[in-house]
């Protein structure tokens, strides 16, 4: 008989599903039944406490509590600035009234700096059509004469870089003779 095989003849014996052996001495008999006996008493407690653990649940509500804080919650009217159903602190319902009052204040802001940016605008109408149009043309010869201007300024940045580049390339193709020979030549 192998191992596993015995350990579970000893469990389906303490379970009293299989016969103790029969030719066994008195003594054998007494050891094994109180064994079994002993095995028994742990198994027993060990479900009672298994048991115990499996009985520890929340305790539920009253059936007629809860149709009645079902009842109110279903009262409610989603649409109302109240607190979220079901909250049981106001930290929530605190925080959705200060995101409230912030998204007021910046959209009051937005539109005090939009009514300031638009004070002294005027709507063209055909009453001050002429005007507006040569309004509009000065504004166009301004930034035509703007632009002009910037190009006229780069192109003159571009040939002073030119000229240094120049003269850098020739510095660098200089050696010291070379160099010497032009100081002579210059004071000569």
Known sequence: MSVPQAKTKTKARAKGKVPAQTKASDSDVQSASEAESDYDELARTHRQELKAKRSKKPKLAEPAEFADALTSILAQDPRTPQAPIMAKNQVRAQQIKEEKLNYRARKALVEERRLLMSKDRVVPTLENFDHERRL??????????LFNVVRAQQTELDQINETQNLQAEKVA?????KFLDLLKAKTS
């Not at 193709?173 to 003779?177: Q, Y």
């Open 136 to 145: 509009r043309k000065t504004a166009t010869r301004g930034v035509i004469k």
């Open 173 to 177: 193709e200089m050696s010291k003779s």
